[in-house]
T-cell receptor, first 113, second 112 residues
Framework: DAGVIQSPRHEVTEMGQEVTLRCKPI?????LFWYRQTMMRGLELLIY????????DSGMPEDRFSAKMPNASFSTLKIQPSEPRDSAVYFC???????????FGSGTRLTVV | KQEVTQIPAALSVPEGENLVLNCSFT??????LQWFRQDPGKGLTSLLL?????REQTSGRLNASLDKSSGRSTLYIAASQPGDSATYLC???????????FGPGTSLSVIP
């Protein structure tokens, strides 16, 4: 298995633009998580899905952020409009039942200028 | 509310030394605990997962222990190498269906 695949690896965009981050979880994993990592706040859970259904989105910072999981092999995290304070590394992770832990993707480094 | 802390925040040791990283959590009713390694600019790599019924796990030069009653886990690295330089994070699963809480990490530097 190729692991959790995220794209793009790097994204630089101007303030106000829409940004879409993509994630392909490990085949057979039924949990998918989106995290944001910054120096100031460390790793923060934004949202997670179980069997493609959003379970907890309480970490989504505001309405500018949205996430979807249209099928078991694909998820997107969208920011519209983007702001400089959204600059961070965004990680996607997947797991099958919790007893087996997490597998993380390599992340998307987002810079909003 | 579960809080996870890691001590020390940073550690610098000479190559070959054995070392211990600490992870503490406030709510002992946890399900699993997982240790990760993060290299600069990279994602998180899972090192060891300790399930609720276990007390320790070993992989190569790494050994992780879990004491739920005291709210502590330690990651022991034997005979450290420069390639071990990275940030080490612990993650606590409160239940099998709840969100995971990460510690802030320990930045390790092994000096050749």
């Amino acid at each position: 298995d190729a692991g959790v695949i995220q794209s793009p690896r790097h994204e630089v965009t101007e303030m106000g633009q829409e940004v879409t981050l993509r994630c392909k979880p490990i085949s057979g994993h039924d949990y998918l998580f989106w995290y944001r990592q910054t120096m100031m706040r460390g790793l923060e859970l934004l949202i997670y899905f179980n069997n493609n259904v959003p379970i907890d989105d309480s970490g989504m910072p505001e309405d500018r952020f949205s996430a979807k999981m249209p099928n078991a092999s694909f998820s997107t995290l969208k920011i519209q409009p983007s702001e400089p304070r959204d600059s961070a590394v965004y990680f996607c992770a997947s797991s099958t039942e919790r007893s087996y832990g997490y597998t993380f993707g390599s992340g998307t480094r987002l810079t909003v200028v | 509310k579960q809080e996870v802390t890691q001590i020390p925040a940073a550690l610098s040791v000479p190559e070959g030394e054995n070392l211990v990283l600490n992870c503490s959590f406030t709510d002992s009713a946890i399900y699993n605990l997982q240790w990760f390694r993060q290299d600069p600019g990279k994602g998180l790599t899972s090192l060891l997962l300790i399930q609720s019924s276990q007390r320790e796990q070993t992989s190569g030069r790494l050994n992780a222990s879990l004491d739920k009653s005291s709210g502590r886990s330690t990651l022991y690295i034997a005979a450290s190498q420069p390639g071990d330089s990275a940030t080490y994070l612990c993650a606590v699963f409160r239940t099998s269906y709840d969100k995971v809480i990460f510690g802030p990490g320990t930045s390790l530097s092994v000096i050749p």
